[in-house]
């Protein structure tokens, strides 16, 4: 295990994995839109009386930062001696969640058309940029001008009422599919394609850092489609526009439209429409590997593509790419479990 290293409201605290600690760590995780959390137990008066909301809390890992946020939920369990509290941080992305989008006279209503995905958050970023600074969820240029012109994605209609920060950055990377992380070291927000995404090497060879526990792969059709329809108030958009088409025509043969509500006309494109498409044109197809070793910061860090080499299980097989799509590290168990995506 790389030796941790963990501070709560700016104090070292001496934490592990063991749960009798006064501090013991849970799990690390990092979710597919781009957020983190960290769970930790705390037992004894000194450090449930130091942790509070808001407390910021770092972790390291053999000295590299891979953790940094605020803590915004905690729940106490017994009583006397044994009192503690289980509390949960969230990093960068989570604390977006506490900030309401607004537009540029301070109304919670923004809408957006005629646009693209990267010229919508450079707007949403530069207003609340100094609020994200403020709770130290962002750095000082905290996002690249050339890395947004780069999320080309039309956004025709889009209009957000009293929506989270967190949410509508979700919203629009969507429409991509555009992808987020946020490196704890400078609080840098990337946002990228998923084929610019960095690509990680899984070594899981005899040789390598990690044991394979278990391989667990899903597969379903029950969300596909070869059509998509949009459907509004007296209104309707279809991608394509005649016909059907994708991978579950072509590999099963199936001609099925999928409805899709809109409560807001303004949401009915075709635009929009084609990136429903694409979530659903293909089965749903996740690999999940439980593997056991050390804490490995790069899919804990930020979403990567993730290339396995030396195993011999077909669905793991050398050449093959997966998207990183979940990772949680348990420190009692001493397992890594990543979701992979099939690219």
């Known amino acids: 295990m790389p030796a941790l290293r963990l501070e709560i409201a700016d104090c070292s605290a001496p934490a592990g994995a063991d749960p009798r600690l006064p ?35 770092r972790l390291w890992s053999s000295d590299r930062l891979v953790f940094t946020g605020r803590i915004t939920a905690e729940e106490t369990f017994a009583a006397g001696p ?17 900030i309401v989008v607004t537009d540029a006279a301070g109304r919670p209503k923004i809408r957006y058309g005629s646009t693209t995905v990267g010229a919508a958050l450079a707007d949403l970023l530069t207003r ?20 947004l012109d780069k999320l080309t994605a039309t956004v025709d209609r889009l209009w957000f009422e009293n929506r989270d920060l967190a949410g509508a950055v979700t919203d629009l990377l969507a429409r991509g599919p555009y992808r987020l992380a946020i490196d704890p070291v400078s609080l ?13 090497n899984l070594d899981l060879g005899p040789g390598g850092p990690f044991g394979l526990a278990e391989v667990r792969v899903f ?22 526009a005649a016909g059907f088409a994708g991978a579950m025509l072509q590999t099963a043969g199936l001609a099925l439209e999928r409805p899709i509500d809109c409560r807001d006309p303004r949401e009915v494109t075709t635009a929009r ?23 490995t910061p790069d899919p804990l860090i930020g979403i990567c593509r993730i290339t396995p080499s030396g195993s011999d299980r077909p669905d793991l097989a050398n050449g093959k790419t997966f998207l990183a799509d979940r990772a949680e590290y348990d420190f009692a168990a001493g397992t890594l479990t990543l979701e992979l995506k099939t690219l």
Do not use: I
């Open 128 to 147: 609340h940029g100094p609020t994200l600074q403020s709770l130290h969820a962002a750095g000082a240029d905290f996002f690249s001008e050339p890395d």
């Open 23 to 57: 501090v013991a760590l849970r799990r690390l995780v990092r979710e597919p839109d781009g957020g983190s959390g960290l769970e930790l137990v705390l037992r004894g008066r000194t450090w449930m009386d130091r942790a509070g909301p808001l407390s910021a809390v």
């Open 188 to 200: 840098a927000w990337r946002m990228r394609s998923e084929n610019d995404l960095p690509v990680c």
């Open 82 to 98: 044994d009192a503690g509290k289980t509390v949960l941080a969230d990093g960068p992305f989570g604390l977006a969640r506490l």
């Open 219 to 240: 597969e379903s059709v029950a969300d596909a489609c070869s059509a998509v329809r949009l459907v509004g108030d007296q209104v309707s958009a279809r991608y394509p």
């Open 273 to 295: 429409a084609l990136e429903y498409f694409r979530r659903h044109a293909r089965p749903n197809r996740q690999v999940r590997l439980t593997l056991t070793g050390p804490l």
